[in-house]
């Protein structure tokens, strides 16, 4: 079976000690976690964790089975690229005086939609949402000029289906 | 949770009493039944500890000799009893040790709630004297496991606990309790949880696809059940029985399914898996459905998978959805708690006959007989075999003994010769194979079931990994009998090293202490028997005593235990010598 990019959602409890329960279950079968993004939801104390991996639909179902498994998790799903709408964000800290030394860069933020989110006398730094790849573009056309910090954040996505969390809460309670 | 119990705090009406947090932990015992406990002292626990001095009356507190002892005795008394084994134990060291036998309880299925101290929540972090991250270490080993901090939380965090170690697949829970949260206090009330709203411990029954399994079923020539101890944590041995007798289905059953089905019944046809019976293992590949009930298709059963049961349609009764298709791939999943699937299944069913293939498996059982069985069974060369020690057991015992065995050769024959007759009859580590379990393991069983024989049959090897709990014997006067099959080898890595090492025994090897003077040392009645025609009025003796006793059997020291599916081969390719 092809090894594929899938996002693995998880919403749970908000609990203390949760995160580390589900990155050993990576741990345990030698699954490298490409991204994690944990943040709260559009319910109340639940959180979602938002898990990037590449492997077989097959082991990915059976990572799912584990995720499920443990007690303060609502509900695990994944999906494909093409299941959901995802983006990725990054800073790029720049020395200030190739801003206007190198008239190039102001070109290469505003065609890649990128934005300056502060300036200093030193540096200033840009900002870029997209996917991935988008990211990577930019990242190598800045890179001949010299980029003193670089992050990428987690994936963080929305899937294209309904997730229907509330309902299955509203269940498990009557 | 938290929404279930602010509405159970509006109506529960109990008067409200200020305790220490440490009292606490003591009546949300006694509010689950756990009136009986193994663990071990020492400092960040001392607070709970002066508690169950003052409730000695109303809480059985057993000190075994290591928190090892504690938590494979706390799991000998869930497996006999089928209720929550609790172990408690400081923090640090006292911690750690508990630790293999939570890893072996969650492997194995066992309902167990650990309690361990911890340092003061102010110097969590901060590398104190025996502070260790417990939470951590126990996260890839429990079902579930939470650090209090407050005293508040207790009541309603160890109602949670003992929920989720014995609902749905149980399992152990570790929580881990500052010593301040001990010593604070709260308003106790007490309410036992029933709900958590992000966990499903049964998953609903489909009756479309226990409609589909019995089509099947119906169906086939060939049927053939595998079952585990799903049946007995189901509490499922009759409905279990009612199914495979409609059917006629001739069923093996795995290490931890033992005692599920009496070993005499007509349609028990052995064990499977590396050392389990020669018919099961062969026909495992000839059948046309195979019926997984309660069991999780672990590679010691399965051999190797790419041709395991390729043959056969598999259905798979299960209570933990993610063990359908984990290691082989099911037609029909049937999901649920046994005891009801199986109950649900049994209208269904046509009354059928499969005498042609019942003949096959007593027709393989007559070549393991006298292949493998006989010469154990009857031997005459100088040295009794293990197969013998069992065999004259099961005579002494009717039968109806429980069975402790720990990890090795003698656990193998131990499963294969053992008659049970009775449910909850075998209690050994099975998935995590923890030398050093069936000593401890045997004190509670002895203590859960006092009524029943407990007779431990331990290997020479084990014995001496746990050996510090005769200790406890001692102080408890527990009556437990305790088998050594001793050959002065860690026999199961000899056999394989002379079956793949060419008899390279690299330290396996032992040289052992006089067994009978260290159980004389612990008050215990001992005895050694080397010679064959003493082996039975040995064996009688030990029975009679109504006090703890240690036979010291000398077996034959490069026994071998057969058959054997070598790690990586085809069930069908079992091996006979």
């Known amino acids: 079976m092809q090894k594929e990019t899938y996002t693995i959602s998880v919403y749970s409890e908000n609990n203390l000690g949760l995160l580390n329960r589900i990155s050993t279950i990576f741990l345990k079968r030698h699954i490298n976690i490409e991204s994690l993004t944990v943040s709260n939801t559009e319910i109340e104390n639940v959180s979602r964790f938002i898990i990037v991996v590449n492997m077989t639909e097959e082991n990915v179902k059976k990572i799912l089975g584990q995720i499920e498994k443990q007690i303060e998790v609502i509900k695990a799903y994944y999906h494909t690229n093409d299941e959901s709408i995802y983006i990725q964000s990054a800073l790029f800290k720049i020395k200030s005086n190739l801003l206007f030394d190198e008239r190039q860069i102001q070109n290469i933020i505003k065609n890649s939609n990128a934005q300056i989110v502060t300036v200093s006398p030193e540096f200033f730094v840009i900002e870029k949402s997209g996917r991935k790849e988008e990211i990577e573009i930019l990242y190598n056309k800045l890179l001949p000029f010299g980029i003193m910090q670089f992050v990428r954040s987690g994936r963080i996505s929305v899937t294209k289906d309904e997730m229907k969390i509330s309902e299955i809460l509203k269940k498990q309670l009557n | 949770m938290e929404t279930v119990t602010k509405q159970n705090q509006k109506v529960n009406t109990t008067k409200k009493i200020k305790i220490s947090g440490a009292e606490a932990v003591v009546k949300s015992l006694l509010a689950e039944g756990a009136d009986l406990i193994y663990g071990y002292p020492g400092g960040a626990i001392m607070p709970v500890y002066d508690e169950f001095y003052k409730y000695q009356n109303e809480l059985h507190h057993v000190l075994t000799r290591h928190e090892q002892g504690a938590i494979h005795a706390a799991q000998g008394f869930a497996r006999v009893t089928g209720k929550v084994g609790v172990a408690i134990a400081t923090s640090g060291p006292g911690a750690t040790n508990l630790i293999t036998g939570v890893a072996d309880a969650q492997i194995d299925s066992t309902p167990l709630v650990c309690i361990t101290g911890q340092v003061g929540s102010h110097l969590l972090g901060s590398d104190a004297?025996?502070?260790?991250?417990?939470?951590?270490?126990?996260?890839?080993?429990?079902?579930?496991?939470y650090q209090i901090t407050k005293a508040s939380e207790i009541p309603e965090i160890l109602a949670k606990a003992f929920y989720i170690a014995k609902s749905g697949r149980p399992g152990p829970v570790l929580i881990d309790i500052t010593k301040d949260a001990q010593f604070g206090e709260l308003d106790f009330t007490y309410k036992k949880c029933k709900k958590i709203r992000s966990?499903?411990?049964?998953?609903?029954?489909?009756?479309?696809?226990?409609?589909?399994?019995?089509?099947?079923?119906?169906?086939?020539?060939?049927?053939?059940?595998?079952?585990?101890?799903?049946?007995?944590?189901?509490?499922?041995?009759?409905?279990?029985?009612?199914?495979?007798?409609?059917?006629?289905?001739?069923?093996?059953?795995?290490?931890?399914?033992?005692?599920?089905?009496?070993?005499?019944?007509?349609?028990?046809?052995?064990?499977?898996?590396?050392?389990?019976?020669?018919?099961?293992?062969?026909?495992?590949?000839?059948?046309?459905?195979?019926?997984?009930?309660?069991?999780?298709?672990?590679?010691?059963?399965?051999?190797?998978?790419?041709t395991y049961a390729k043959q056969a349609k598999i259905i798979h009764f299960e209570i933990d959805p993610a063990e359908v298709d984990k290691n082989v791939k099911t037609d029909v999943a049937v999901l649920g708690n046994v005891k009801d699937t199986l109950s649900g299944i049994i209208p269904f069913l046509k009354e059928n006959r499969h005498e042609s293939w019942l003949q096959e498996f007593k027709k393989l059982y007559q070549i393991e007989y006298k292949e493998v069985i006989d010469g154990q069974l009857n031997a005459?060369?100088?040295?009794?075999?293990?197969?013998?020690?069992?065999?004259?057991?099961?005579?002494?015992?009717?039968?109806?003994?429980?069975?402790?065995?720990?990890?090795?050769?003698?656990?193998?024959?131990?499963?294969?010769?053992?008659?049970?007759?009775?449910?909850?009859?075998?209690?050994?580590?099975?998935?995590?194979?923890?030398?050093?379990?069936?000593?401890?393991?045997?004190?509670?069983?002895?203590?859960?079931?006092?009524?029943?024989?407990?007779?431990?049959?331990?290997?020479?090897?084990?014995?001496?990994?746990?050996?510090?709990?005769?200790?406890?014997?001692?102080?408890?006067?527990?009556?437990?009998?305790?088998?050594?099959?001793?050959?002065?080898?860690?026999?199961?890595?000899?056999?394989?090293?002379?079956?793949?090492?060419?008899?390279?025994?690299?330290?396996?090897?032992?040289?052992?202490?006089?067994?009978?003077?260290?159980?004389?040392?612990?008050?215990?009645?001992?005895?050694?028997?080397?010679?064959?025609?003493?082996?039975?009025?040995?064996?009688?003796?030990?029975?009679?005593?109504?006090?703890?006793?240690?036979?010291?059997?000398?077996?034959?020291?490069?026994?071998?235990?057969?058959?054997?599916?070598?790690?990586?081969?085809?069930?069908?390719?079992?091996?006979l010598k």
């Not at chain 2, 007995?232 to 409609?246: H, M, N, S, Y």
């Open chain 2, 129 to 145: 004297f025996q502070e260790t991250d417990i939470i951590s270490i126990s996260t890839p080993v429990t079902k579930w496991n």
């Open chain 2, 199 to 306: 966990y499903t411990p049964v998953p609903q029954i489909n009756l479309s696809k226990i409609e589909e399994a019995a089509e099947l079923i119906n169906n086939a020539k060939k049927p053939f059940v595998v079952f585990g101890q799903g049946v007995t944590l189901g509490e499922a041995e009759e409905e279990f029985k009612a199914f495979i007798e409609k059917a006629e289905i001739p069923s093996a059953s795995t290490l931890l399914g033992l005692s599920a089905l009496p070993s005499e019944h007509n349609l028990h046809v052995g064990m499977v898996g590396m050392h389990g019976h020669y018919a099961p293992n062969v026909l495992t590949n000839s059948c046309d459905v195979l019926i997984a009930i309660g069991m999780r298709f672990d590679d010691r059963v399965t051999g190797n998978l790419e």
């Open chain 2, 380 to 575: 005459s060369h100088e040295g009794i075999t293990m197969a013998e020690v069992i065999e004259t057991l099961n005579d002494k015992t009717n039968g109806e003994a429980v069975i402790v065995s720990d990890v090795g050769q003698h656990q193998m024959i131990a499963s294969r010769f053992a008659n049970f007759k009775l449910p909850k009859s075998k209690i050994t580590s099975g998935g995590l194979g923890t030398m050093g379990f069936a000593l401890p393991a045997s004190i509670g069983a002895k203590m859960g079931a006092p009524n029943r024989e407990v007779v431990a049959i331990i290997g020479d090897g084990s014995m001496q990994m746990n050996i510090q709990e005769l200790g406890t014997i001692l102080q408890t006067k527990v009556p437990v009998k305790i088998i050594i099959l001793n050959n002065e080898f860690l026999g199961m890595v000899r056999q394989w090293q002379e079956l793949f090492f060419d008899k390279r025994y690299a330290s396996t090897v032992m040289t052992n202490p006089d067994f009978i003077k260290i159980a004389e040392g612990y008050g215990i009645k001992a005895t050694r028997v080397s010679k064959r025609e003493n082996l039975s009025s040995a064996i009688e003796d030990m029975i009679a005593s109504k006090e703890s006793y240690l036979l010291d059997v000398n077996v034959e020291k490069e026994g071998n235990v057969f058959p054997m599916i070598p790690t990586g081969a085809t069930v069908s390719d079992v091996r």
